[in-house]
């Protein structure tokens, strides 16, 4: 099981990764086997729907806000509570 920094260093860097528009690291964040629903109820379930997800997000120009710290202390699991900012084309 992850540390609890390290589980919080994980999601501070998926927040410094979106902000920079960087898609490339944000993939580099997840394991090879990742899953994910962003947003809740539309899942990602390869690597191809993550990239294209990410990618959107860098070229609408995403924009993370954390409205608290990252928290982690429960078992395995960690979490943040943020706002997203972005600029849809036209």
């Keep these: 099981m992850p540390d609890t920094k390290v589980m919080k260093a994980a999601l501070q860097a998926y927040v410094d990764r979106t902000n920079a528009g960087d898609w ?3 993939l580099a964040l997840f394991t ?3 899953y994910m629903e962003d947003p809740v109820g539309t899942p ?3 690597r191809a729907e993550m990239k294209t ?3 959107n997000g860098a070229a ?3 924009r993370i806000d ?3 710290p990252p928290r982690g202390s429960h078992g395995s699991e960690a979490a943040i509570a943020f706002e997203v900012r972005f600029t849809p084309p036209d």
Aim: proline share 6%; charged share 35%; net charge neutral.
């Design 24 to 26: 490339e690291g944000l």
């Design 44 to 46: 990602r379930k390869n």
């Design 32 to 34: 090879p086997d990742a």
């Design 60 to 62: 609408y120009d995403a």
């Design 66 to 68: 954390l409205i608290g």
């Design 53 to 55: 997800l990410f990618r």
